[in-house]
């Protein structure tokens, strides 16, 4: 608007001044007109929403070990590890040095291929847990188990989910059950089950769907929404521990039939934000496309 009014302005004073013809102001007029809309069409290329706010990312500017932390000997426990964004996010911690807690709820055998390849990948330790967030008894007994095994978890992140791609008007009850019950209500279970034993950080994976909602997503939409909405409250309760929501978009994995970005990318923008390596407050949203493009 301001530059419309600043095209228009410009245009009428100089036909003032040098009395163009008010043809001649018409055509700069357009020409004013289609080279604003080029400009931003060409700035409005993916991502569509850059995230306002103060964050920054320093590892575009500086080199990436000035800033970051180091993870090394972190005992860090993933959820939802046996396959996809969970599993590569393992891979990349245990390249780092941590001690990896991998959960499964129904690919046992994944879970432990991925735990034999984080030990290859440096892991001092890559430790395998059946968990399954629907379940109260289950939470508290992989909670258990954990505990009785590692003093301490630093970094926690909640990362088991579920979709369903399906107009609203067709879900049945089940399927809005598991979603809701895995995406938020084990999401917030298992965080508070763990958080005696949490010392650093939690990253909670939402979703840009849970920033910008989609038809036959709706369920989901709803889940993922409310996890930023956890993280953010949350963050404002613990005071000595960081939380953060990271957001991927259309990701490789089963859920997408392996549409998408590579999930390593999506893992790299993890252990980033374990790392310190973008300036963020807790509470923050980290939005993988503000990564990485579609394309890349
Ligand atoms: N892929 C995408 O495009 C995308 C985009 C945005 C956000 N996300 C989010 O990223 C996270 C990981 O998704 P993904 O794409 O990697 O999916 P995925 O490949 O389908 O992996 C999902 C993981 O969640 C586990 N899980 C499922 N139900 C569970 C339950 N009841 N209790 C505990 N664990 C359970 C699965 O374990 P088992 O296989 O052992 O049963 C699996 O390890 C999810 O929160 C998802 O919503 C994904």
Sequence with gaps: MLLLEHISTTAVVDHLRVKISPAVVA?????????????????????????LGKRKDYTKDYPISISMASLTG?????????????????????????????????????????????????APEAFVVRLDVTDDENILGAVKKISEKFDKIDILVNNAGVILWKPFKEQTFDEIQSQCRVNYEGLVKFTLACLPLVKETIINIASGAGKEAYPKLTTYCGTKFAVRGFTQALAQELKD???????????????TGFEGIHPSKVAEVIVNTAKGAYVLESGDDVDVWDYFDDAD
């Design 241 to 255: 521990i960081m939380v953060y929501c990271v957001n991927p978009r259309v990701t490789a994995t089963r859920m």
């Design 27 to 51: 055509d700069r007029l357009l020409a004013s007109i289609a080279c604003w809309r080029k400009a931003r069409k060409q700035s409005f290329r993916f991502p569509r929403k850059k995230t």
């Design 74 to 122: 972190k005992i860090v426990l993933i959820t939802g590890s046996s396959i996809g964004i969970g599993r590569e996010s393992a891979f990349l911690f245990s390249r780092e040095g941590c001690t990896l807690i991998l959960t499964y709820c129904k690919d046992e055998k994944e879970a432990a291929d991925a735990a034999e390849k984080c030990r290859t990948l440096g």
